[in-house]
């Protein structure tokens, strides 16, 4: 697996972001994302790639959404954006593609994976690590902060609502359980 993180390098580095963040004047709901993070991080025990070991891998798109998918009338005419194609874990860019969706949350979460389950079978145990990776990766990954308070790209403010609405459905311990059972339910059939 790819995907490995060292947590003393994230807060190290969300440190740096939040000096940036503070010089630039960035708005305080910002600077608060920034440090629920930073809150979130210090109290997280970051998984070694090990832990997930199990999981099947396999190739993957990579930034695979709804977005992505160009359509002919009800036909797939095309997948874009390949760029980061790589091998991976299967259910952790199922997940990712369900967030992303804004399906992790839905009452549209079971008609996908049941359409996603004719063509692949989940393991019990795959679909909760899949989205203990997914739910490690909201909390460690820094790439929008970094992207624009050390890099400059403006573009990605926009997502910043989105990614401080994770890291507080991250930070519910119940709504991540809910989903959790919700998700294997339906992965499972």
């Not at 990954?141 to 507080?168: C, Q, Y």
């Amino acid at each position: 697996m790819k995907m490995t993180w060292d947590k003393a390098q994230s807060i190290e580095l969300l440190g740096v972001v939040a000096a940036a963040a503070e010089r630039s004047g960035a708005e305080g709901w910002i600077r608060d994302g920034i440090a629920k993070q930073h809150r979130m991080l210090d109290g997280l025990e970051v998984l070694p790639p090990e832990a997930f070991a199990s999981m099947p891998v396999q190739l993957l798109h990579g930034d695979f959404h709804d977005q992505q998918v160009i359509w002919q009338g009800d036909a797939i005419a095309a997948l874009v954006d390949w760029e980061i194609w790589h091998c991976d874990p299967r259910a952790w860019e199922l997940v990712r593609s369900l967030a992303f969706s804004l399906l992790l949350d839905s009452p549209l979460l079971e008609d996908y994976l049941r359409g996603y389950r004719h063509f692949v079978q989940l393991s019990e145990d795959e679909c909760r690590l899949g989205l203990r990776l997914w739910w490690q990766s909201r909390v460690v990954g820094l790439w929008a902060w970094t992207a624009h308070f050390l890099e400059g790209n403006e573009r990605v403010k926009d997502f910043f609502p989105a990614m401080i609405s994770e890291l507080d459905n991250v930070a519910d311990e119940q709504w991540k359980s809910s989903i959790e059972e919700r998700f294997v339910r339906a992965a499972r059939g």
